[in-house]
Each structure stands twice: as structure tokens, then as C-alpha cells.
T-cell receptor, first 110, second 115 residues
């Protein structure tokens, strides 16, 4: 069926290192790819999104890349800080619904 | 911070109880959503309302009954729930009527425990 696969499910990095989270989707018509961050006990919040007419988008230490041919997109966090520790969710429109990945728990070790 | 407000934050109920979750958005958005968040599972869309009209019901059991009296308020009425319904229930809103390419604004959720 149609879904969004997200990897890895958990990721631990040293403070200052980079973190990369990858997602694949099944619907070639998908055209919008957001990333949400959910800190422990808090609501999910959009941190960055990309539309299918661009291949990369950056916002300070966060970037998202999109490969439409391969149907995958990735979140890149550089110079990680302890406050980056959270669960990150990717999403893509599938069958007219925004479908979320299972999430990646990122731990940044000071 | 509180563009989307949910109450209560926590709820414990028995399988025979009837309770309601409430969501209110102060953003002037036209669409509102209920999501279910369980451990180790993706966020699951339950219901979508556009301009107070329900447009999506993702095969949700009838023990969950949504109500949207106006564009700012959304309820989820619960009755005869099962223990597997224990989860975090998140309300969200978006500016326009279809959330496939719109930023979602989430509430803080109601942590539901069914005993």
C-alpha cells in the first residue's frame, strides 16, 4: 500500500556532529514534504518543508533535500545541539492525505 | 504559543464511560483535524473538517464521534472505548481546506488512558 518509510527510528549523535534522517514515499504525485519536530511532552511543530519544484532548502542549521526520481527526501541537521533532541516526523501527501512516517528519536549527547 | 488549545490534557476513563475531548483554534483557520498518536506508530489521521463539514473519516470505529459546531471548535466524543484506544489525541488546524500541502498547527494533545 501507499506509505512513508522513515529511517532510522533512533539516532544518537555527539553535540556538534551532523544528523541525517531519511524518508521514502510511494506516490510519485506527491508534491509537498514537511518535517515536524516533537519535543518530549510537547506538540509537533513544523520546522521545515519543501515543495517538489526545488531540490534543496536550508534554514540556518537545518536543510531538506528532495530526490523526486528516487522518491526520497532527507532532513539534515548540522552542528547539533542538545535542544535538537526530539522526535522528528517526515510526511508526504498520499491519496490526498498527509501521511506521516513513524518518527526518528534523535538524542544529542553533550 | 496557544494557537490551538486542547482540553483536557489528561483523561482516564473506564470502558463504559462517555467523555469528550475539546479543541479550539484561534488562528482563523478553515480546516481542523483529529489525529491519534500511539507509541511506535505514525500519526494516524482520524477525521478532517473543512468549513465545519466532515470530509474525511479514516475508517474510525463508531465509538469515536466527532463534532464541529463552527470553524473554531472541534470535539471528539468517546464512548465504550477499548484499552487499545489509549493514546495521545492531537487536534490540528490549517489555513485552507486541504492539508496535503498546508502547514499544520497542532494542539498539545489529550493523553487518554482507557482502563
Amino acid at each position: 500500500g501507499e506509505n512513508v518509510e522513515q529511517h532510522p527510528s533512533t539516532l544518537s549523535v555527539q553535540e556538534g556532529d551532523s544528523a541525517v534522517i531519511k524518508c521514502t514515499y510511494s506516490d510519485s504525485a506527491s508534491n509537498y514534504f514537511p518535517w515536524y519536530k516533537q519535543e518530549l511532552g510537547k506538540r509537533p511543530q513544523l520546522i521545515i518543508d519543501i515543495r517538489s519544484n526545488v531540490g534543496e532548502k536550508k534554514d540556518q542549521r537545518i536543510a531538506v533535500t528532495l530526490n523526486k526520481t528516487a522518491k526520497h527526501f532527507s532532513l539534515h541537521i548540522t552542528e547539533t545541539q542538545p535542544e535538537d533532541s526530539a522526535v522528528y516526523f517526515c510526511a508526504a501527501p498520499l491519496s490526498y492525505q498527509l501521511t506521516f512516517g513513524k518518527g526518528t528519536k534523535l538524542s544529542v549527547i553533550p | 504559543e496557544t494557537g490551538v488549545t486542547q482540553t483536557p490534557r489528561h483523561l482516564v476513563m473506564g470502558m463504559t464511560n462517555k467523555k469528550s475531548l475539546k479543541c479550539e483554534q484561534h488562528l482563523g483557520h478553515n480546516a481542523m483535524y483529529w489525529y491519534k498518536q500511539s507509541a511506535k506508530k505514525p500519526l494516524e489521521l482520524m477525521f478532517v473538517y473543512n468549513f465545519k463539514e466532515q470530509t474525511e473519516n479514516n475508517s474510525v470505529p463508531s465509538r469515536f464521534s466527532p463534532e464541529c459546531p463552527n470553524s473554531s471548535h472541534l470535539f471528539l466524543h468517546l464512548h465504550t472505548l477499548q484499552p487499545e484506544d489509549s493514546a495521545l489525541y492531537l487536534c490540528a488546524s490549517s489555513q485552507d481546506s486541504w492539508a496535503t500541502n498546508e502547514k499544520l498547527f497542532f494542539g498539545s494533545g489529550t493523553q487518554l488512558s482507557v482502563l
